[in-house]
Each structure stands twice: as structure tokens, then as C-alpha cells.
């Protein structure tokens, strides 16, 4: 599926989230650095533990996304 995204759409970035201790995500979290390497789109791993919030752990990728995204001398609120 992750093909297909970037065939057809080419996003800023994917966010990978897999139980901790899951086998098949320490698999396509290899695959994934094969991705990020050639196509040059960042993968953001997380492995949820099932205790805390994942998502406490996108706010750094999602504020440098945006740096990267919002065109030079505009005003962020």
C-alpha cells in the first residue's frame, strides 16, 4: 500500500505505528528505512507500548513537517 501512496499522491511523510514487540513491525520498520533512504520521505516509527499516547510522540515530526511545508515569509498563528 505504501507503494501506492507514493506513485500517486507523493506525501511528506508516513507514520508507522506497531504494538510493542511485535515482529512484523521490526520487519517493515526495516522495509520502511529502504523507503525513507530512496524516495526521501521521512518514516516516523512508533512502537505503542499501550500505556501513553503515540500521538505525544508525533508533535516534533508534525511541527518540522509544517516548517517544511509553509512557504517562506508566511505568518504561522
Same mark, same amino acid.
Given at each position: ?6 506513485? $500517486? #499522491?507523493?506525501? *511528506? /511523510?508516513?507514520?508507522?505505528? %506497531? ?25 516516523? $516509527? #512508533?512502537?505503542? *507500548? /499501550?500505556?501513553?499516547?503515540? %500521538? ?22
Amino acid at each position: 500500500m505504501i507503494f501506492t501512496y507514493l506513485q $500517486n #499522491l507523493r506525501p *511528506d /511523510g508516513f507514520v508507522h505505528i %506497531n504494538p510493542l514487540y511485535y515482529c512484523p513491525g521490526a520487519v517493515s520498520s526495516a522495509l520502511l528505512k529502504w523507503v525513507e533512504k530512496e524516495h526521501g520521505i521521512p518514516v516516523i $516509527n #512508533l512502537f505503542y *507500548d /499501550g500505556l501513553r499516547s503515540p %500521538n505525544e510522540n508525533l508533535e516534533p515530526y508534525i511541527f518540522y513537517l509544517r516548517q517544511k511545508t509553509k512557504p517562506s515569509g508566511s505568518i504561522s498563528y
